[in-house]
């Protein structure tokens, strides 16, 4: 394994979540050029707090920590370019156009469903690499080209884990939701419940809860517990309200942060999964240790998963620029994606699942569950890259 906090840039990965790459140098500063690396994040509200501001927070370490990069003999540095895209369809397209016209990346990220899919035309026509999070597989084709999904997607993620709860929990008969409307929280639970059937579960209903504007949770978890699952996907607030109506059962979502039980009972938040790659367990690299502590001592937070998905995206395209030998070439640079594997701090790191987008867009890396207990993550099941791929091509395949 490299060593991840080299000066010099080698490798990464993609996910989730929500980085740009501009590509195209900057002014020449004593021999260093500069690469615009474009981000349409929220930067404001719930959405801010726990999606964009760490992976802004992420993008920043991990450009320190890379420096100075080499690409065709040629020395370069990330120039990070932020903008808030308010979780919203407005709000992509007015990032991106900023982005595109005024501070002309050549590749962007736009962090949430709705607001890459209001950014793709535009990124589409003018020729520029957008990375987006949360959108459905009908936002990737032949015909969208410049279009990938950078960060660990939801259906090797959903497969691993009810597999896992196949085999390690054989008593969880009924599976349900509770997800935001829109673009993301839709495919989300689409997801789960597809993995869910095909492992034998009986999904017995999605609720869904305006991203945006809702405040108060009892109305959502009521309607869920007239369904009583044996699990749900949901986040910690519709289950606060559920476990005060006494439900017993085993909640799971992607997202898992030490704050997120804050004002629960341990026990409350005893047996919840996350099912996408995290940060946490003693199974975690030294690599992934030293980028923890580097990131802790400097912002003071948790080093969470969004942060981990912006710095293993940085550190991925940095190395995808050196093996396409071009800043400049856009069609060179998503060959290499294409056709490239990257090394990772977490391991094996590709582009796949051609036949369920239609062009292979889909970021794969190795997939993981962690179970909370007594309020600590400990990873309780993994499956590699190649495995996760080809679990999500037998549930989803055609």
Request: with cysteine.
């Amino acid at each position: 394994m490299k060593k991840w906090l080299s000066v010099v840039a080698v490798v990464a990965l993609c996910l989730a979540l929500a980085v740009g790459v501009a590509c195209g140098g900057g002014e020449e500063e004593e021999g260093v050029k500069e690469v615009k690396f474009g981000a349409g994040l929220p930067l404001s509200g719930i959405y801010g707090a726990v999606l964009g501001i760490p992976q802004r927070q992420g993008y920043e370490l991990a450009a320190d920590l890379i420096g100075e990069f080499t690409v065709a003999g040629e020395s370069y540095k990330w120039k990070l370019i932020f903008e808030n895209n308010g979780w919203s369809s407005e709000g992509g397209v007015a990032s991106a156009t900023k982005l595109i016209f005024e501070d002309g990346v050549k590749i962007m990220t736009q962090c949430g469903g709705d607001s890459a899919v209001a950014a793709q035309t535009i990124c589409e026509e003018s020729g520029v690499i957008l990375f987006t999070i949360g959108v459905p597989m009908e936002a990737f084709g032949p015909d969208k080209h410049h279009t990938f999904q950078p960060q660990p997607g939801p259906y090797p993620q959903a497969a691993t884990l009810f597999k896992y709860v196949s085999e390690a929990r054989p008593e969880m008969k009924t599976a349900a939701a509770i997800g935001e409307t829109g673009t993301t929280g839709t495919m989300l639970a689409e997801a789960a419940a597809d993995a869910a059937e095909y492992f034998g579960l009986e999904w017995v209903g999605t609720e869904y809860f305006d991203p945006l504007g809702t405040t108060e949770f009892y109305p959502v978890a009521t309607k869920m517990m007239t369904k009583d699952p044996d699990m749900c996907y949901m986040d910690t607030r519709p289950l606060a309200a559920m476990r005060e109506m006494g439900w017993e059962g085993i909640s799971f979502f992607g997202l898992w942060a030490t704050s997120y039980g804050e004002g629960m009972d341990s026990e409350d938040m005893d047996g919840y999964l996350c099912y996408y790659p995290a940060p946490y367990g003693e199974e975690v690299t030294q690599s992934i240790k030293e980028i923890t502590a580097e990131y802790e001592q400097r912002f003071s937070v948790e080093f969470e998963q969004m942060a981990l998905y912006s710095v293993l995206q940085l550190y991925f395209l940095t190395d995808a620029l050196q093996k396409a030998g071009t800043v400049d070439d856009v069609d060179q640079i998503i060959a290499t994606l294409e056709t490239e594997t990257f090394d990772s701090p977490i391991g094996l790191v590709k582009f796949g699942l051609e036949d369920l987008d239609g062009i292979g867009h889909q970021c794969l890396m190795p997939c993981q569950v962690g179970e909370i207990r007594d309020g600590e993550y400990h990873r309780v099941f993994e499956l590699s890259t190649e495995e996760g791929e080809a679990l999500a091509m037998e549930i989803w395949g055609k």
